[in-house]
């Protein structure tokens, strides 16, 4: 079965074609980003976004098909929500264009999931339930327990914002760029092998890190970089040593609560796996610590990282978990967008 599938709840324009067998084959997968123009805004401007979408989908549909070397899809997927409702709409309105064209019906897909898709695009999922799933990205941060395919219920999220929206606003107030996740954890990383004398002492905190509850916050994280940074002299402000330890503090901070909760749940669910997904899995020291501290606690554990590539924005992993969920296509007239769509309602 073939699958083409097209995401545009955020800044990324992507169409994927799919085949599905006895596993996965991905025919395209191209994804066209909007990052330098939402670059002077420090972070995405919605209508901005929509208009790139309507401009960059026809030609990254063409590409994606040509890639493919097909013409002959089965089953058509779109992401319907969460995300902005002004760029789900351009994604699902070109959709349902091709279904009339094609006569063909759609699986609307959620984004949450299929971010935990994505982690099954090399092979189908087996003996992992129940499962705790950790969505990390600049929309979401949610630890969900995952009981099988479609069963999913959320045990916690974040209050406020999410932990690639806290590295992003971080970015911002030091003037590093955007998206700043990748660009924290570059320096972040630097800090380790060429700060060797550190006379800077920055200590962050760590929001929520003590409750019993597997909820997140993220904004007073940001907050607190705000007052350290403001209450440095410009000299220091302005040194290579404080941007590197205030990146690598931040991002410490923020893999310090999430696994702290994320391996609580695994416990608590006696869960067979853990599962990381969103544009925030793609961080090394993330996916490295959350590796050790799960083969150091929870033996029986296994972690399922999802491949670099496919950790943020992509149609691979709407196509996936389109595949998933195919018993739930439905006709084009039905597809609409739900900006706030929730993968389960919370506990
Ligand atoms: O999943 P995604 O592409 O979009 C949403 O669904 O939000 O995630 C984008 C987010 C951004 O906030 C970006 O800063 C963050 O993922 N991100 C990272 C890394 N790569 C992307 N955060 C930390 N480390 C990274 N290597
Ligand atoms: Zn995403």
């Given at each position: 079965m073939k699958i083409l599938a097209i995401e545009t709840s955020c800044d990324d324009t992507s169409v994927s074609v799919i085949e599905a067998k006895n596993n996965f084959r991905i025919l395209s997968n191209v994804v066209s980003s909007q990052i330098k123009i939402h670059r002077k805004y420090g972070g995405v401007y919605p209508l901005l976004a929509k208009r790139e979408h309507q401009k960059n989908l026809p030609t990254v549909f063409k590409k994606a098909l040509k890639q493919a070397e097909?013409?002959?899809?089965d089953l058509l997927a779109v992401t319907v929500g969460p995300g902005l409702e002004p760029c789900l709409w351009q994604g699902i309105n070109f959709t349902i264009d091709l279904a009339k064209e094609l006569k063909l019906p759609i699986v609307p897909v959620n984004h949450v999931e299929a971010h935990i898709a994505a982690n099954f695009i090399d092979g189908n999922p087996k003996k992992i339930f129940p499962a705790i799933c950790l969505v990390v990205s600049g929309g979401h941060t949610q630890l969900i327990l995952m009981k099988n395919i479609g069963k999913y219920k959320i045990l916690g999220e974040t209050r406020d914002d999410a932990a690639g929206e806290c590295f992003d606003k971080v970015a911002r107030i030091l003037g590093l760029?955007?998206?700043g996740g990748p660009i924290i954890a570059k320096l972040a990383q630097q800090y380790n092998f060429k700060?060797?004398?550190?006379?800077l002492k920055i200590s962050l905190p760590r929001p929520m890190?003590?409750?019993?509850?597997y909820d997140f916050s993220f904004s007073g994280l940001k907050t607190a970089v705000l007052y350290e940074f403001k209450n440095r002299s410009p000299r220091i402000r302005k040194s290579k040593e404080y941007t590197l330890a205030i990146c690598h503090e931040v991002q410490q901070a923020a893999i310090d609560v999430l696994i702290r909760k994320t391996i609580k749940a695994a416990k608590d669910f006696k869960a067979k796996s853990v599962i990381l997904g969103g544009g925030?899995?793609?961080?090394k020291e993330l996916r490295k610590q959350l590796k050790e501290k799960i083969e150091k606690e929870i033996l029986n554990s296994k972690l399922y990282l999802p491949n670099p590539k496919f950790?943020?924005?992509?149609a691979a992993m709407v196509a996936v978990c389109a595949y998933f969920n195919r018993s739930k296509k439905k006709n084009w007239q039905k597809i609409k967008a739900d900006?706030?769509?929730?993968?389960a309602e919370p506990q």
């Open positions: 097909t013409k002959k899809i760029g955007y998206p700060i060797k004398n550190r006379k890190i003590q409750q019993k509850n925030v899995a793609a961080n950790c943020t924005d992509n900006a706030n769509l929730r993968i």
